[in-house]
């Protein structure tokens, strides 16, 4: 289940529909307006799953004007590298295929999807001026011609997916009759997805359980309440992660791809019983979290040093998990100047405390 902050499904859905609305108005002389979708964004926010949910939602609504649908899936990246310096004549081909496709069968839905699309439809622009093969930019200018190609007809859609939207060629941009960012998840949906994951391990009796996890807003009264129910442990995980990213010198944000992964692997890495009840589960997902974020892998914690461990010395003060718990040891001899680094490391900590 694909989890985002608004009805982004729903809207696209819609955006979808008044294209089609447009095109098949226009009876096959194309109007201004491309069928071609662009998502955009960093990696593993949903832009594939995205598309390939709306092209089975889009057979759904179409349903009572086309008989059927079919989904063409183009691997650009494989195209590139399996038809090197024959790219451009293969995405020619490809064009060639749905254009007679959609003329033969005009009650035939074509939902066309094209992932990491800039492998076909990178800048000629830099290209030239890098002087590199022009194997990509003739396979940008038969992209190119191959859309306008299939223009006219009212029975076609493209999906495409970008997370280096920036590399793009302006042309291929600007006959994109649709273009949305799909953004890392907020902090709710961060929740949401832990949540829905970890409720899943629950269902599959690999977390044993009888616990149903609360929303995100159940979750924010319950840990007003008690720090120690499984929503709030939940909650502070994601406030956990969020604070790795706001933290690290270079912060990214945690996709939801990996967010996904999260239970699993956590699991995977520290379960040594044959039972994991959901109070462990837990606790090995806070341990796997800050295992990353100091080992600087991932959870946008990318400049964090490598040999930062969960349990660190720094400088006379015991740090234990992550600087979150700050545990305060101060030896008998200590120094005004370890005291200093002391009081800074504490007032750190409320700012940090006070971001979340
Ligand atoms: N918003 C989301 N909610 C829940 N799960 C998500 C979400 N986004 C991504 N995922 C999970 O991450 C996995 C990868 O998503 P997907 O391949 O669609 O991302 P992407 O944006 O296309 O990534 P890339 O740019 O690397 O190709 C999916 O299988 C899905 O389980
Ligand atoms: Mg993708």
């Not at 495409?160 to 600007?174: G, K, P, Q, R």
Request: aromatic residues 6%; charged residues 30%.
């Amino acid at each position: 289940m694909l989890v985002f902050e608004d009805d982004i499904k729903g809207d696209l859905i819609w955006m979808m529909t008044n294209i089609l609305r447009f095109s098949r108005s226009l009876d096959g002389k194309g109007g201004d307006i491309n069928p071609l979708i662009l998502l955009y964004g960093p990696p593993g926010t949903g832009k594939t799953s995205l598309c390939q949910g709306l092209a089975q939602k889009i057979s759904i609504r179409l349903n009572s004007t086309y008989k059927e649908t079919q989904l063409i899936q183009i691997k650009t990246a494989a195209l590139m590298s399996k038809y090197y310096s024959e790219s451009a004549k293969q995405v020619d081909r490809i064009f060639m295929k749905i254009s007679r496709m959609c003329q033969e069968d005009p009650e035939k839905f074509i939902c066309v999807l094209i992932d990491e699309v800039e492998s076909i439809a990178g800048s000629r622009h830099a290209v030239m001026q890098r002087s590199e093969s022009q194997d990509s930019l003739r396979a940008t200018n038969a992209l190119l011609t191959g859309l306008d190609r299939t223009r006219g007809y009212p029975n076609v859609i493209f999906l495409c997916t970008s997370n280096m939207v920036e590399s793009l060629d302006s042309a291929f941009v600007d006959r994109c009759g649709l273009k949305r960012s799909i953004e890392p998840p907020s902090l709710a949906s961060q929740y949401e997805i832990l949540r829905s994951r970890t409720q899943k391990l629950i269902v599959r009796g690999v977390i044993q359980s009888l616990e149903v996890l609360p929303s995100y807003e159940d979750a924010y009264v319950e840990a007003g309440v008690s720090a120690e129910h499984a929503g709030s442990k939940l909650l502070a995980l994601v406030q956990l992660i969020r604070s790795g990213n706001a933290h690290a010198q270079c912060g990214t944000e945690i996709s939801a791809r990996s967010l996904t992964q999260l239970p699993e692997q956590a699991i995977l890495r520290y379960l040594r019983e044959e039972v994991c009840d959901l109070d462990l589960a837990l606790n090995f997902f806070e341990r796997f979290v800050l295992s990353e974020q100091g080992q600087g892998k991932s959870y946008g914690n990318k400049d964090a040093d490598p040999h930062d461990n969960n349990d660190e010395k720094f400088e006379g003060i015991e740090l234990r998990g992550r600087k979150r718990n700050l545990k305060i040891i101060l030896e008998e001899d200590s120094t005004i100047a370890e005291l200093e680094e002391l009081l800074a490391e504490l007032r750190r900590k409320r700012q940090r405390e006070g971001e979340v």
